[in-house]
């Protein structure tokens, strides 16, 4: 007996889940689209990507789809065109309870620009390129310089993961120019000079170099007394002092443009810096360490 109503419970279970489907499947053929919600799930706020940009990557659906039946919207092939776009990280598209499609991105969040020859391009936390057009910018540093399989643009990010953990120093650079992989040149919004850090190594004790220097001397000297400033070498602030003064107009986040250009000398020698003319600052590193290039 037992058995016999095992059996009849389990084919009307099989019946009702039969017409349950069916029901649900004639009900989605025939239900409207309720419209489309975009949410963009940028955390710091870049608005690198926004929602009225994918809608356009998606045409005119956002603006038709209320009249649209459900069964007609694909959102897998949403997912597939949105996927595509290299400063997207993943999407998900979905049908909510209420018949809306619902569009969730997480948009890949870029780091720094890097002009390199007659390319430009973003990159991100993690190095990965992220074309550059009209549609999409985002306020990042600036990184010039002549890349190759050897010295990538990726090898001055942890500079830049630097410089974004520290909310003074972001503020006050914004162009990092890479002469070569140990003469890495920065151009603060100050005016009158530019900073060359040498390579990547021991970052923390350079800056510490550069912001005393910052506190205790340039206030004194003036911020165009020197045109540029060094802690490429371990132990030291190296300076060299300015010939002539700025004209007033230079911008001075273009030091490229400025009537007199920065010592190359100091800005890219190495082991042979003693036969450079220039002006050292006492500023020693914490705690002091022998004098050789870091």
């Known amino acids: 007996m037992k058995t016999i109503l095992r059996c009849i419970v389990s084919i ?34 870049s608005r690198f990507v926004t929602g009225k940009e994918i809608a356009k990557e ?25 996927s595509r776009i290299d400063k997207i990280e993943d999407v998900n598209c979905v049908v909510t309870t209420t018949g809306k499609i619902r569009i969730s991105v997480n948009p890949l969040q870029p780091v720094a620009r890097v002009f390199d020859a007659d390319k430009s391009y973003y990159i991100n936390k993690a190095g990965k390129r992220i074309s550059a057009n009209a549609r999409y910018h985002s306020d990042v540093p600036i990184i010039t310089g002549h890349f190759d399989s050897v010295f990538k643009p990726q090898d001055i990010l942890p500079l830049v993961n630097y ?25 603060p919004l100050i005016h009158g000079h ?4 040498g390579d990547m190594n021991d970052l923390d004790n350079k800056f510490y170099r550069l912001s005393r220097a910052y506190r205790e001397v340039l206030p004194v000297k003036g911020w165009d007394y020197y045109d540029t400033l060094s802690v490429k070498w371990r132990g030291q602030l190296v300076a060299t002092r300015r010939a002539k003064r700025l004209h007033h107009a230079v911008n001075p986040i273009d030091y490229e443009a400025e009537q007199e250009a920065p010592d190359i000398g100091t800005m890219l020698s190495g082991d042979t ?13 914490k705690p002091a360490q022998e004098n050789k290039q870091n």
């Open 163 to 187: 410089l974004n953990n520290d909310s003074a120093w972001n503020s006050l650079v914004t162009y990092i120019k890479a002469e070569n992989p140990r003469n890495i040149i920065l151009v």
């Open 273 to 285: 810096a003693g036969q450079v003319n220039r002006s050292a600052i006492g500023i020693p590193e």
């Open 12 to 45: 009307a279970l099989i019946a009702y889940l039969i017409m349950a489907v069916t029901w649900s499947r004639m009900q989605a053929s025939t239900a409207v689209c309720s419209g489309v919600e975009i949410v963009v799930n940028d955390s710091i706020r």
């Open 194 to 197: 530019v900073i060359n850090i």
């Open 58 to 82: 998606i045409g005119d659906l956002p603006g038709y789809a209320d009249s649209m039946l459900l069964s007609e919207i694909n959102v897998d092939s949403i997912e597939r065109i949105l």
